[in-house]
């Protein structure tokens, strides 16, 4: 029994030691890789998480599988925290963000992040916020929606699915290029629970996920007026964007969903990553699987996430001042 | 009767391997303190990428009924609840299994599970477009009033004193407050990092029930009073069977309001089965054995928090709205697989999706067969001695608290929670109360916020929010019912203080 004890004490000895060893970009990655997800299992962030990283194992990808840790609460405050505060920035442990959130969230304050105590390493998906009514609303355009909220100021509700989430922006941003003032009714529960108050009718309208508002439109339970984004979306080809529309609406709350890594991580373990990763989210079973649950890829590499990170905080900075 | 046809899908040979794996896995999971119902389908998920859509939703829908009754067992035998459903299970189900009745308890919580879920599950299959419209008329105003009906509550649960529970009650609305508010944004009560997310309600529920027991069995130890051992006597199958066959009052009482409950989205599951708990006492000639190792309280709660897994899939499956978080999950599951629930998925996937709730069918009866199977075994673990008993408690939900979100803080707080409820079941207030209050709390509150923004845009002037509030139909009958629990708890209180006689019945 003693040697027994005294073996298992070298050996976790000897296991401490090799976790110890600084990690060098020759033998990245020696070891399984952690993505912290700042929302709960089975959200759209953990799934789509748990799908572009299936294939990190492979041999021509990382060849260390990648897993998932989730750290909710706080609409993605907990886990960004921890992450920024107390995760190691060896590599090892990656997290999972979510652009406009915690950008929003840090101008906001009371939070322990900045978009500087982050290094992105590349986006994975882009989910733009649309404007949905019930299928009897008497709103089929949105001008209408728009027109009568100008002449009814505080009459029009939308729903979201939080505070300073992209469906917060979106409706902020529309709000300040229509002049009409809607009311903002933010849900606990997420989008599913934003998209249930549209499509009972406790509310005018709301904004939510194109993916999800896709699905229900699909099902014949709302319409979708119009994209808070700078094109028009594949999947809903006759919706206008709200800049098509007149309304000067940029796409500062699409949510865009990657990986990233904490500031002060080696910067040879930065670019194994930022070469390996894209290449990974385009993986042939990848793009199917995310197809098929309606998640729309958006892959972009390192410098393109600085920019759109960078060009965020200006945008947001300018509308949430004052707020 | 559409759904008979696709029965043959359920017993090919992997999908029924999957079915009775599931069912078996799940009851494991259930039973194990911090794994919830959500978080074990949430884990089956990446699993059912390569199996076919029809055999990945056989092996989802087993593990929900299942992991749903396996949480009785950690309930009864250890005290813990492993999701807010199985809350009520514990109060009887635990004082059974300390009397040695555990096998007893195990029986009547699983065959009560059963009936309750093919029960549910029916209702999906023939009322799905009708209940459907039902789940979408709870606005934000019905679902304040249905959490003050819950809130209402809790002066009749499980308490000595109508106003020790209130006051119990109060203390958990003030718990359910710290953390960020999402509606308003303000940060409140947050005086350690560890509680930026709130207090999670399953590392809230293993320090409240479980710690005041294990501190209570070590202060045992101390006193070097004998160790105690119970005798677990074997218990017929056949005599459970009666027992459950004449408990029909129960039975029904927990089988409707789990049904009509779960069909809420947002509130399902979490209150079904303690209000069927409280109701099942309300109209129960044996009120006072409540709280002592009744059977009653066990069989209303059982049969209610599964009767709720069918209807929670209602709005689901046809306005693709997840009605509770494992049913959000689940949604995850169906998208992966291409399959996009709306009103016309009955016809556009008819294969699969009818042999996922046939399979949700059988799925109920293994339950019932394995859970009993194993019930004889599990109920020893009532004889075990204390120390060891205290320790194995101990240990469980320190790992179950921090599994929930891999976080050393909610291991504090289920510490802090549990040392703090020693003390103040010492001054005769009750753990369930203090749950409820915690549970209801956030629903009340932001529902009440949601509801005012909406009045505020719907009528002017200063009665806004009374006529949001106080008219419609369905808004009227919740406050006639809020009136009548009301009433209710302070007569009976008003007659228990008036005759002494019943006063020391019910402190016995």
Not at chain 2, 300 to 327: D, F, K, Q, R, W
Request: with cysteine.
């Amino acid at each position: 029994m003693k040697t027994m004890l005294k073996t298992l004490g070298l050996s976790l000895a000897a296991a401490t030691m090799a976790l110890a060893i600084p990690a060098s970009a020759e033998d990245y990655p020696s070891r399984p890789i952690g993505v912290a997800v700042s929302y709960g299992a089975g959200g759209a962030t953990d799934f789509q998480a748990r799908i572009v990283t299936m294939v990190a194992g492979n041999e021509d990808m990382l060849g260390q599988p990648m897993y998932i840790l989730n750290k909710p609460g706080a609409g993605g405050r907990v886990g960004w925290n921890w992450f920024a505060e107390e995760a190691e920035a060896d590599g090892y442990m990656l997290s999972a963000y979510n652009v406009p959130h915690f950008i929003a969230q840090s101008i906001k304050g009371g939070v322990k992040y900045s978009a500087d105590s982050f290094e992105p390493i590349a986006n994975w998906g882009a989910d733009p916020a649309v404007v949905v009514v019930g299928k009897d609303s008497p709103y089929d355009t949105i001008e209408e929606m728009v027109d009568f909220a100008k002449e009814n100021p505080g009459k029009v509700t939308l729903s979201g699915a939080g505070l300073f989430v992209g469906h917060h922006i979106a409706a902020l941003q529309i709000q300040k290029a229509t002049g009409a003032k809607f009311v903002y009714i933010p849900t606990k529960g997420g989008g599913a629970a934003a998209m249930k108050a549209v499509i009972a009718g406790d509310v005018v309208g709301g904004i939510n996920n194109l993916s999800d508002a896709f699905r229900a439109a699909e099902a014949g339970n709302v319409k979708i007026l119009a994209v808070a984004d700078l094109e028009r979306n594949d999947f809903l080809p006759d919706v206008p964007t709200l800049k098509e529309a007149g309304y000067d609406v940029d796409n500062a709350s699409v949510n865009f969903r990657g990986l990233m890594v904490p500031k002060g991580t080696p910067q040879d373990v930065i670019d194994v990553l930022a070469a390996k990763v894209p290449g990974m989210f385009e993986h042939a079973r990848v793009t199917k699987r995310m197809k098929a649950g309606g998640s729309p890829l958006h892959v972009m590499n390192r410098e393109e996430v600085q920019a759109m990170w960078a060009k965020r905080q200006e945008t947001l900075s300018e509308l949430l001042e004052g707020l | 009767m559409e759904f008979l046809s696709y029965f043959g899908g359920v017993f090919e040979p992997i999908a029924f391997m999957l079915l009775l794996g599931g069912t078996i896995g799940g009851l494991i999971l259930g039973a194990t303190p911090g794994l919830s119902p959500t978080m074990a389908v949430a884990l089956l998920i990446p699993f059912t990428f390569q199996l076919s859509p029809t055999q990945g939703l056989i092996l989802l829908g087993a593990a929900y009924t299942s992991t749903v009754a396996g949480g009785a067992v950690s309930a009864i035998l250890l005290k813990i609840p492993g999701a807010p459903a199985n809350i009520a299970t514990a109060l009887d189900g635990h004082e059974m299994a300390k009397n040695g009745e555990g096998a007893r308890a195990l029986h009547l919580s699983f065959m009560s599970s059963g009936i309750g879920g093919i029960t549910g599950v029916l209702l999906l299959i023939f009322l799905t477009p009708v209940l459907a419209q039902w789940a979408l008329a709870f606005g934000p105003s019905h679902l304040f009033w249905l959490a003050i009906l819950g809130v209402t509550v809790i002066g009749s649960l499980d308490s000595k004193s109508f106003v020790k529970g209130l006051l119990s009650g109060c203390i958990g609305l003030w718990l359910s407050m710290i953390g960020y508010d999402d509606i308003q944004g303000a940060q409140r009560f947050i005086f350690h990092d560890a509680l930026t997310g709130g207090i999670h309600i399953i590392a809230a529920l293993i320090g409240i029930f479980a710690i005041p027991q294990v501190l209570d069995m070590f202060a045992k130890g101390r006193r070097k009073v004998a160790i105690e051992t119970v005798e677990v006597p074997e218990h017929a199958i056949g005599d459970s069977v009666r027992e459950v066959a004449r408990s029909a009052r129960p039975l029904t009482i927990g089988t409707v309001i789990g049904s009509i409950v779960g069909l809420i989205p947002g509130i399902g599951g979490q209150i079904a089965g303690l209000v069927a708990y409280d109701q099942s006492k309300k109209f129960s000639p044996n009120k006072a054995k409540f709280g002592t190792g009744h059977p009653e309280g066990l069989i209303a709660a059982e049969s209610a928090n599964n009767a709720m897994v069918g209807p929670s899939l209602v709005p689901l499956l046809t306005l693709s709205i997840p009605g509770s978080p494992t049913a959000a999950v689940l949604l995850g599951g169906l998208l992966i697989h291409g399959i996009f629930p709306g009103s016309d998925i009955f016809e556009r996937n008819p294969e699969v999706i009818w042999t996922f709730i046939n399979s949700m069918l059988i799925g109920q009866i293994l339950m019932v067969i394995f859970g009993i199977a194993i019930a004889k075994w599990a109920a020893k673990i009532a004889r075990a001695p204390l120390p060891i008993m205290a320790s194995a408690v101990l240990v469980l939900s320190l790992f179950g608290s921090y599994s929930v979100q891999q976080s050393m803080g909610d291991v504090w707080i289920m510490l802090s929670l549990g040392l703090g409820m020693y003390f103040l079941e010492k001054f005769g207030f009750s753990a369930a109360p203090v749950v409820l209050g915690l549970i209801l709390g956030p629903i009340a509150e932001s529902n009440f916020v949601q509801g005012s923004m909406i009045a505020g845009a719907m009528y002017d002037g200063v009665w806004a929010k009374a006529t949001y509030f106080m008219t419609g139909s369905l808004n009227i009958g919740l406050i006639v019912l809020v009136i009548l629990s009301v009433g209710y708890s302070f007569m009976s209180h008003r007659a228990n203080s008036k005759s002494p006689a019943s006063d020391a019945g019910a402190r016995a």
